[in-house]
């Protein structure tokens, strides 16, 4: 049991969560809002969460932005979330840096606009030396690209004479996806009543607990997330081991 931790620890322990954010167009439609009202609304919670697990002392949090199967959405709405982002990026940049947050982006955000791009290159290299704790935004991401590429690398390490196809560890796979600076993953939460992981850190949370709350993510705030981490330090975490 972790529970304990809680009573000085408000992480219980945790270094590493990710959240899977879903709901804002359902939470836009429940109040007969646009769906990208719903988005922006989702924004602010983001900014929320974010400052919340800062001043709780966690280490890192992963966030599912926008994954690699999203380009199907209706081109209007890609347009919306990809405007939101270049907003975010502006406006939070300050912030990141007078807390200590350092900005880490995780999938082939690359593939994104030019603009975008040089402006997640400069909040990376703008937040670089920040210790506190290390957001990990994951933008045209899916877990098993990122296994695929993991993969290649190490096929290419084998190809080149570094490394025996014999002598392939999990960890030679683990140094190759794009966490490798990130702690194991502690926690999983997704929001919104969906009871899946949609490709999302799959390899990563092999052993990480999940927690799934009906909450639409507009909505989950402090107290939301403080019950996801008392869930978390309640559990007995066993790693296969027994």
């Known amino acids: 049991m972790q529970g304990a931790a809680g009573k000085s620890d408000p992480t219980y322990g945790a270094r590493h969560i990710a959240i899977i954010m879903d709901g804002n167009g359902r939470w836009a439609k ?5 769906r990208a ?3 922006k609304k989702g924004v602010e919670a983001v900014r929320n969460i974010v400052r919340v697990a800062g001043e709780m002392g966690m280490e890192a949090m992963t966030l599912y932005a926008f994954s690699s199967e999203n ?4 081109e209007e709405e890609i347009s919306d979330l ?7 990026i502006q406006s939070d940049i300050d912030e990141f840096v007078k807390n200590g947050v350092r900005l880490k982006v995780i999938g082939n955000y690359r593939a994104l606009d030019s603009d975008i791009v040089t ?13 506190k704790m290390t957001l990990a935004v994951a933008l045209n991401y899916g877990a098993q690209d990122e296994m695929r590429r993991a993969v290649q690398h190490v096929a ?14 999990l960890e030679h796979i683990a140094g190759a996806l794009d966490t490798v600076d990130l702690p194991p993953l502690d926690l999983l939460i997704r929001t919104s009543g969906e009871l899946r992981l ?5 390899w990563q949370a092999a052993y990480s607990e999940l927690y799934f709350t009906d909450t639409l993510w507009p909505d989950f705030d402090k107290a939301e997330l403080e019950k996801a981490l008392q869930s978390f330090g309640e559990r007995e975490r066993r ?4």
């Open 37 to 39: 009202l719903g988005h």
């Open 119 to 131: 402006m997640i290159d400069n909040a990376i290299r703008k937040t670089a030396g920040n210790d």
């Open 71 to 74: 380009w199907s959405r209706p």
């Open 156 to 169: 290419s390490r084998v190809k080149q004479g570094e490394l025996e196809p014999e002598a392939i560890g």
């Open 82 to 88: 990809m405007g939101l982002l270049r907003q975010y």
């Open 198 to 202: 949609s490709n999302f850190l799959l």
């Open 30 to 34: 429940r109040k007969h809002l646009p």
């Open 239 to 242: 790693f296969g081991g027994r």
